[in-house]
């Protein structure tokens, strides 16, 4: 008997190693993903203006990544006591105008070095609902808590979403050749615009991915919305809002992601990478103790023998911790 309706996901071509360059963009679920590549070691660069939503903010933070747009007050407002950004999270907005330009510009200069770079994009769209500044016109990729009589908030059509996909494909194409993109829409329901909204927004995404695809020979998608909605259909696998898939949830979709994209070699990297990471994260008693310290040391010889057979690998700052544990 079966009691669960589980996905099998084909074996992508392209495949994921350790050397290539990663970057994730998108919603709270892309931010998820970045950190399960950074606890695996992976060069990762994840959501450098903070979270994403939309189609439209999505293209507008890469094209200001590609643009090398250098940001000015006259890009901020200013709203109870603190200079924000429109086209940022509310982690970057700052008391001190010169303190926000100073972070947004240097996150655009980095994150413009490593988009040259990078061998992979991860977009996770999270609605195809906008936010439009009514002072200025633009669509926001965050309101800040300025009143809502100040937006227009509708959602955007088929052509709209397919239109700004491709703008995005397009654009970071011609910037990075050699990139590949990897769609996927968050399981994650925003379910103040409604139950039915949301699934009209959900739906409207997966259909334009699915048109972009078929015309471009570097795009894929990756079914985590899938997952979670007809193979994880249990509140046991949220949070306690009932929205946010939980760890248990975000770990068996990654474990479904490596399985479908990593290399063999990269999976069997993987593995012995996390015996290092579980040694890290293991709650020490004793520092000094002789058991403790041979421990150590058998956990420094086997970074080393991982920089040996993986020179790709950067574990510098794991083989720092161990070593400041040494006596």
């Not at 360059?21 to 950190?35: H, P, Q, V, Y």
């Not at 937006?151 to 700004?164: C, G, I």
């Not at 046991?236 to 474990?255: G, M």
């Not at 023998?305 to 574990?315: F, G, K, T």
Request: charged content about 20%; glycine content about 4%.
């Amino acid at each position: 008997m079966h009691f669960r309706t589980e996905i099998n996901i084909e074996k992508f071509q392209l495949k994921i190693n350790h050397f290539d360059n990663i970057l994730t963009i998108g919603s709270c679920f892309a931010e998820n993903m970045a950190e399960y590549f950074k606890q695996n070691r992976f060069n990762v660069l994840g959501n450098p203006f903070g979270v994403l939503y939309n189609p439209i903010s999505i293209y507008n933070s890469l094209k200001f990544v590609i643009e090398k747009r250098e940001f000015r007050e006259s890009d901020l407002i200013f709203y109870q006591g603190e200079w924000h950004s429109f086209y940022h999270q509310s982690n970057f907005s700052d008391h001190q105008k010169n303190k926000i330009l100073e972070n947004i510009n240097m996150g655009i200069e980095n994150t413009t070095r490593f988009l040259n770079s990078a061998n992979f994009l991860i977009i996770t769209f999270g609605t195809s609902y906008v936010y439009k500044f009514l002072a200025n016109g633009i669509i926001v990729s965050n309101c800040h808590k300025i009143p809502q009589k100040e937006f227009a908030h509708f959602m955007l059509n088929s052509e709209e979403t397919v239109k700004n996909i491709k703008n995005i494909v397009e654009m970071v194409g011609k910037f990075n050749p050699k990139i590949k993109f990897i769609f996927t829409v968050s399981p994650v329901r925003h379910w103040k615009n409604g139950a039915h909204n949301n699934q009209l927004s959900k739906a409207n995404l997966l259909l334009a991915i699915d048109e972009v695809i078929k015309s471009k020979n570097n795009c894929s998608y990756f079914p985590s919305y899938e997952i979670v909605m007809d193979d994880l259909r249990d509140y046991r696998f949220y949070e306690s809002d009932l929205i946010h898939p939980n760890k248990i949830a975000t770990d068996y979709i990654w474990e479904k992601f490596s399985n479908s994209i990593f290399s063999g070699e990269c999976l069997q990297v993987i593995n012995e990478i996390s015996k290092v990471v579980t040694a890290r994260n293991h709650r020490v008693r004793n520092i000094n103790s002789s058991e403790h310290q041979k421990f150590v040391k058998s956990i420094i010889a086997k970074i080393e023998l991982l920089n040996v057979n993986y020179s790709h690998l950067n574990l510098e700052n794991d083989l720092k911790y161990f070593n400041s544990q040494l006596l």
